[in-house]
């Protein structure tokens, strides 16, 4: 019995094995039939249809068969992908004939011209920076497409979200097109109204102030600030981070920053969602040194930030950058400095320690300069702070930058470094946007002292890219007219020694406070260089040729006696410090200046000029008022002769409101002409204020003391007054940063003054250029 079950069970294992082995060789029957059935017969000719500038040989070398090869499908469809990967196309079909594979194309159109309709806030050459496709190039819908996305991403960035393109194509013989954009531009899509959601302590219109984005007025005509702009909204998100940890909320964050277009599709509605945080002040602060032979107590006085204050990111990141250039000074190149933050959410405060340790060892290996098409190598070479082979130092690295710009020759100026041929080598790249640095400019004016006036500028800061300067002017108003032109080199000697050399003809009317009219031609040769980075030294000598004329029957005396010309050759020293934080409208520093003049080189007149001055100003006790004093002092001497009346010192008019110019000092009483003096001095008080309109405006208010006094002169007699008495005014006056150019409107108010003074009450300024 059992061995007929064993012999069973083999039988089964065999019968088994049969069925598997016949079920497989029946499926690889069926594949190789629908394999058959696919391929079918070698394809005997591949021809290609429809072809008109493409050769047939081109279409061929896509196709992934050959005459005599079996046919695929699967080849066959590769085929037909590659074909229409090349863009040549506009269809493609592949059929079989026989044994005859038939490649049927219709090909794309050539471009012919390209066009646009409908543009006028945007040319043409704008627009066709901005597209792809150009004339001769394959026509194809997904390019045309993509080419008006891209001009309309180019309006909205100018603030027109309403811009619509529409593509026209225009069918043109030998399968040739022109391709039109119509372009509907549409209004500026404004900003209508900015929101904040989150704030308390704040208010919306203190936070609107910080952000770049404005709401939309008509005052508002020269800026682009209140269009909408994706790339300012992402500017503005920070620039309210900035404020917020400056203030001492270092938890703060901007939730979301949202732009809804309005239901008419004007304007926009931006609303930022904020989380302000708890207030933190400064706990302890200290500073700890790696560096040999550096102690910490060197350093702990150029820390700016105080234990209990209220926590400021800008003091720490100020701190960081003047010790960072301090430990510099002092010889360590490779100097890094970080600040270590501790918070405390519970006790609300933040303790910093400021680690100065040594940074890793980097050199500059190499300068590259790209960008310049214009602008020599030389001129941006010899800003820079740092040569190859010098330690790399991020500080002089932006000091660089700074100095690149204030050159104002590039649009933008970019500075990174990459890594070198070896760990311990940077390569510093300088990219350049170079923008035109010739300028002509028309300028109009009137001022209650000089009447009307105007002038012609033509100035080319970059003479041949060299970073020269030339400029040629004219000037004519009612009381003055001047022709001058100058040349300045920057580095004489390619050395850091700026030369140059001026010359002018001038007239003046003098005839409303001293009967007369002078007339001056002349010119100088001036050297200047920087003794250190705030202080500076001028050196100049001049040769001018000066003629008192038109001088007044009724004249003075003392005026009459000095009819004719003189010759004046004489050498100037100036020394200028300079710690202002603006150039015009400073709002914060000091500057002190020392002028020194010898005339006697030769020529008819001798004598000896000083001339000293100096200001402060500061921000006082609330946003965007500034505080400022200023004074001056001069005194010319005649060495063995009398000063001219020409040479002397006038005072009035803009120098000591409330007087007209020249009504202050000496006076011939029977003539009523000023003589003017050898001793001045004048101080000037002021503070500036915002007067609660939108701070766009650029109007700001003031509230000015000005004391002076002008005396000393050589002659005299009963009817010549020269009182060395003080003389002081107190006003108010309003200034406006219009778009037609600054005006300012003074009313004075003399409180302490000689009978003879002339007085000038209302004083108003206005110039532009154009």
């Given at each position: ?304 930030t105080d234990e209990g204050d209220w926590y400021n990111a800008d003091q720490v990141e100020a701190t960081v950058q003047t010790l960072s250039d301090t430990v510099g000074s002092f010889g360590y190149a490779f100097v890094e400095v970080r600040p270590r933050v501790r918070r405390d959410r519970d006790a609300l405060t933040i303790s910093v320690t400021y680690e100065v340790r040594e940074g890793p060892r980097v050199y500059i290996e190499r300068i590259d300069i790209v960008g310049n098409v214009r602008t020599v190598d030389t001129v941006i070479r010899r800003e820079f702070l740092l040569v190859e082979g010098d330690a790399f130092d991020s500080a002089r690295v932006r000091r660089s930058r700074s100095r690149l710009q204030n050159l104002d020759f590039f649009k933008s100026v970019q500075i990174t470094n990459v890594p070198g041929s070896a760990p311990d080598r940077t390569v510093v790249e300088v990219e350049v946007q170079e ?336």
């Open positions: 019995m059992r061995r007929f079950l064993t012999t069973a069970a083999l039988v089964g294992l065999l019968l088994s094995i049969a069925q598997a082995v016949a079920g497989g060789a029946l499926a690889q029957a069926r594949v190789t039939a629908v394999q058959l059935a696919q391929a079918g017969p070698p394809i005997g000719e591949v021809r290609v249809v429809g072809t008109q500038r493409i050769e047939p040989a081109t279409v061929l070398s896509y196709m992934q068969v050959k005459p005599g090869d079996p046919y695929d499908a699967e080849l066959v469809d590769q085929s037909l992908k590659s074909l229409f990967k090349t863009g040549l196309f506009a269809d493609v079909t592949l059929r079989r004939e026989g044994n005859t594979l038939v490649v049927q194309v219709v090909e794309n159109p050539i471009i012919n011209r390209i066009a646009f309709e409908g543009n006028d806030k945007l040319d043409d050459p704008t627009l066709e920076s901005e597209v792809t496709l150009r004339p001769r190039v394959v026509y194809t819908r997904t390019r045309v497409q993509s080419d008006v996305r891209r001009i309309l991403d180019l309006y909205r960035r100018s603030g027109r979200f309403a811009a619509t393109v529409n593509p026209q194509v225009i069918q043109l013989e030998q399968n040739r097109v022109d391709l039109v954009f119509e372009i509907n531009e549409g209004p500026l899509t404004g900003i209508r109204a900015i929101n904040f959601i989150g704030n308390r302590i704040f208010s919306d219109k203190s936070l609107r102030g910080v952000v770049q984005t404005t709401e939309s007025a008509w005052w508002r005509i020269l800026t682009s600030d209140d269009t909408y702009d994706p790339d300012r909204l992402t500017f503005d998100r920070e620039l309210l981070r900035r404020f917020y940890l400056a203030e001492g909320y270092a938890d703060f964050r901007v939730v979301s920053a949202v732009a809804e277009l309005t239901p008419d599709r004007e304007d926009f509605l931006i609303t930022f969602t904020v989380e302000e945080g708890q207030r933190y002040t400064f706990a302890a602060i200290d500073v700890v040194s790696e560096l040999k032979d550096l102690e910490p107590e060197q350093l702990r006085s150029l820390v700016l923008k035109s640095t010739g300028e002509l400019s028309l300028g109009a004016g009137f001022s209650t002292s000089a009447g009307f006036l105007g002038d012609l500028t033509l100035s080319e800061r970059n003479l041949l890219g060299k970073g020269q300067n030339l400029r040629v002017g004219i000037s004519l108003g009612q009381r003055r007219q001047q022709f001058d032109i100058s040349f300045t080199e920057p580095y004489f000697l390619d050395k850091d020694l700026s030369a140059g050399v001026d010359a002018f003809r001038r007239q003046v009317d003098l005839q409303e406070e001293s009967s007369f009219d002078t007339n001056d031609t002349g010119g100088s040769l001036r050297l200047g260089y920087q003794i250190t980075p705030p202080l500076r030294h001028n050196i100049r000598y001049s040769l001018i040729r000066r003629e008192v004329e038109q001088v007044n029957e009724d004249a003075s005396i003392v005026i009459q006696q000095q009819k004719g010309t003189t010759t004046t050759s004489s050498i100037s020293n100036g020394f200028y410090y300079n710690r202002l934080n603006a150039r015009f409208n400073p709002t914060d520093g000091s500057f002190v200046r020392y002028d020194n003049d010898l005339a006697g080189l030769g020529g008819s007149v001798n004598y000896v000029k000083n001339t000293v001055g100096g200001g402060y100003f500061m921000p006082l006790f609330f946003p965007q008022v500034t505080g400022g004093v200023t004074a001056e002092y001069g005194n010319i001497t005649g060495i063995n002769e009398d000063v001219r009346i020409i040479d002397r010192y006038r005072l009035g008019g803009d120098k000591l409101r409330g007087f007209e110019n020249g009504g202050v000092g000496p006076r011939d009483l029977s003539t009523d002409d000023a003589l003017g003096g050898n001793q001045f001095y004048l101080g000037t008080a002021e503070v500036t204020f915002p007067l609660g309109l939108p701070e766009e405006l650029g109007i700001l208010g003031a509230a000015f003391t000005d004391i002076g006094s002008l005396w000393d002169i050589n002659e005299s007699g009963p009817l010549i007054v020269s009182e060395h008495q003080i003389r002081a005014a107190v006003g108010v006056g309003v200034s406006w940063r219009s778009p037609f150019g600054p005006v300012r409107v003074n009313l004075s108010e003399p409180i302490v003054k000689e009978d003879f003074d002339k007085e000038q009450r209302f004083q108003f300024n206005f110039g532009t250029r154009f």
